[in-house]
């Protein structure tokens, strides 16, 4: 997804009077332009796996916020972070299955099972960013190491 994707997405959804589609892309070109002031480039340099890691960060924390909520038994506020969790999603790459993660692993680590927990989890997480989520990479890694 691309930033000019982006704002034709903010288009369609203010010609669609959908003020909750609206309010999420508007929050995601935000944070898309604030990334790229913090990497030092301008917004139309900002290549798709720049923006792809701005909506996994932003999944990540709807996600968070989600469970910190319905920890504090606050429905209404979960019930809106999952509204912008599930527009998110749309414009967030498709994930790997674990059991491709597995196969990613194997295939970087191979029979090499003595190197560290941290090096092997830095090796596949280079290979595979932004297609599997941390936590299934990590998983996977322990339990190819057998840790």
Not at 125 to 139: G, H, L, R, T, Y
């Amino acid at each position: 997804m691309t930033l000019t994707e982006l704002r034709s997405e903010m288009k369609q959804a203010m010609i669609a009077k959908n003020a909750d589609r609206l309010s999420v892309i508007r929050m995601l070109i935000s944070a898309v332009s604030y990334s790229a002031m913090n990497l030092a480039k301008k917004d139309d340099e900002m290549t798709e796996d720049d923006i792809a890691q701005v909506v996994l960060k932003e999944v990540k924390k709807r996600k968070e916020s989600i469970a910190d909520y319905e920890k504090a038994n606050d429905a209404e506020r979960a019930q809106k972070e999952q509204s912008e969790l599930s527009i998110l999603q749309e414009f967030a790459p498709t994930m790997m299955s674990e059991d491709d993660v597995m196969r990613n692993v194997a295939e970087i680590i191979g029979d090499n099972k003595s190197v560290p927990l941290g090096q092997a989890i830095g090796m596949v997480m280079k290979e595979v960013k932004n297609k599997a989520d941390s936590q299934v990479i990590q998983d996977a890694v322990k339990k190819y190491l057998g840790v």
